[in-house]
């Protein structure tokens, strides 16, 4: 009987200890009776907003879990001097609202209602790589559901830091970070999630972005992490935005007339060397390019050394040699059709080796001076020559310039001088198509180089 009493009593505390508990769980959920005939009554809703100081949690064992994610609707302004990226996101998040449920059975099928987020405790999740104080507008609304799921969203205009190489411009890539994080919240109260899989954060934006700007987004791609400061733990997410820069514009506008420039200037070596022309036009070329250059600045990053400088620098080095290729081979044609210094007997076997390996050396006296007219004739291409023919002085003019020999040995010496000066124009010749050579070679491997470059 004691015990059947003991055992009754037992049971009506568990009974009662039960209802109690029930009653503190259930201490939160919404009466909403009334609200399908009269709406909603906002003295259901105060005990719930009373609250928003504090965590939306009952259990502190268990942190909050905040879904974070964010569409990027567009790329406004990369800027490589300040080293920051300028964009516009709309951040959406989720997580459980433990003060506020209701069974929508009891309130007419109500599944989800709006509350002023001044009502509600927010997440202070903020982007880490943020430059500005970030002003998110005020008076927003979040939806809230009867299990207490509270969605919550706004835009924000981030300029960020963001790590710029600007090595490879204008055909560079950029990976700019947002780091998602609590201000103060550690890892025991705050974890943060995904709301969505980061391809369809990805595929979403490049859907949105519809600004036709210097900048394509590429991939989104995430990653997680935890940073410690000091004995606190945070939770992070950190998103990495790769970004590209459309070319065409700098493609158009600095590299093809960089390229048509340095063309002419190679073309220009078909001038001939002779002709007093070729000298002034590379010049002209030299001024064009720098005029160009100064113009084109603007379009150029502000610091660093990207390979487009490395570019231009080496055009303008191409056009600075072969002005002075120029420069020299007239130096040359003058120097042998004025006063031609005794050519050296290697450089002259060299020539006459090269070009036609018959003949010799007019510092030979004994092979005899007939060969000499032989060669003089015979040597291709040669037209300055044929005009020293006239000039070479008579018998009479020989013995006038004081020859006191015979007249035969003058004329010989004046064929001999003859003989090397056409023997320097061809060495100039040479030099310049040798120079030439080199020239091109040193363009195309550059050239090679640097696109070789801007591949990888
Ligand atoms: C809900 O409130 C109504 C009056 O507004 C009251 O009659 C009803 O008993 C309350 N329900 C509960 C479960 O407290
Ligand atoms: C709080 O959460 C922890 C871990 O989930 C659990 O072990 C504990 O029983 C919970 N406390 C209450 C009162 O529900
Ligand atoms: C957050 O995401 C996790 C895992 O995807 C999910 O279990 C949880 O219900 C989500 N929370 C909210 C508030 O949506
Ligand atoms: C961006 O940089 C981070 C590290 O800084 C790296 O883990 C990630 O793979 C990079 N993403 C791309 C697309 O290059």
Redesign the pocket.
């Known amino acids: 009987m004691e015990r059947g009493w003991l055992h009754g009593e037992g049971l009506l505390l568990c009974l009662l200890l039960h209802l109690l508990l029930q009653g503190r769980g259930d201490t939160f959920a919404i009466n909403c009776s009334g609200f399908e005939q009269h709406g909603v009554d906002p003295a259901a809703f105060q005990a719930a907003f009373d609250r928003k100081a504090f965590l939306p949690i009952?259990?502190?064992?268990?942190p909050v879990r905040v879904n974070i994610s964010f569409t990027l609707s567009a790329i406004l302004e990369v800027n490589v001097q300040l080293q920051m990226m300028t964009s516009f996101l709309w951040l959406s998040m989720k997580w459980y609202n433990r003060f506020i449920g209701w069974n929508p059975e009891e309130c007419g099928g109500i599944r989800k209602l709006s509350i002023a987020t001044e009502n509600l405790w927010l997440p202070d999740i903020f982007i880490q790589e943020l430059l500005t104080v970030d002003q998110a507008p005020t008076g927003l609304m979040a939806y809230v559901n009867s299990e207490g799921q509270v969605r919550y969203g706004r835009p924000i205009k981030a300029i960020t830091i963001c790590n710029l190489d600007i090595f490879y411009f204008p055909f560079d890539q950029q990976n700019c970070t947002f780091t998602f994080n609590s201000f103060i919240y550690t890892v025991e109260n705050m974890v943060l999630g995904m709301e969505k899989k980061v391809q369809e954060i990805s595929n979403i934006s490049q859907n949105l972005i519809q600004s036709k700007g210097e900048w394509v987004l590429l991939s989104i791609h995430q990653s997680t992490k935890k940073t410690t400061v000091g004995t606190d733990q945070y939770d992070q997410l950190v998103f990495h935005v790769a970004i590209r820069r459309r070319s065409k514009l700098y493609v158009i506008n600095l590299l093809v007339p960089s390229s048509f420039l340095v063309a002419i200037d190679a073309l220009s070596f078909y001038l001939p060397a002779e002709s007093q022309n070729r000298a002034p036009f590379k010049m002209t070329l030299l001024l064009g390019y720098n005029v160009f250059l100064l113009m084109m600045n603007d379009l150029l990053p502000d610091t660093g050394t990207p390979l487009i400088n490395v570019y231009f620098t080496v055009c303008l080095s191409l056009m600075v040699l072969s002005l002075l290729e120029t420069i020299f081979i007239t130096y040359l044609l003058n120097l042998a059709t004025t006063q031609p210094p005794p050519m050296p007997p290697w450089l002259c076997s060299l020539l006459l080796h090269c070009t036609s390996p018959m003949k010799c050396c007019p510092t030979a006296p004994q092979r005899g001076n007939k060969d000499l007219g032989l060669t003089l004739a015979h040597l291709p291409g040669l037209k300055e020559p044929m005009e020293f023919v006239g000039k070479v002085p008579g018998p009479q003019e020989a013995e006038s310039n004081g020859c006191p020999g015979s007249a035969r040995i003058c004329q010989e010496g004046a064929v001999q001088k003859q003989h090397l000066v056409s023997l320097w124009i061809q060495f100039s010749r040479m030099m310049d198509t040798l120079l030439f050579r080199l020239y091109l070679f040193f363009m195309a491997t550059s050239v090679i180089t640097v696109i070789v470059l801007w591949n990888t």
């Open positions: 009952t259990n502190y064992s268990n």
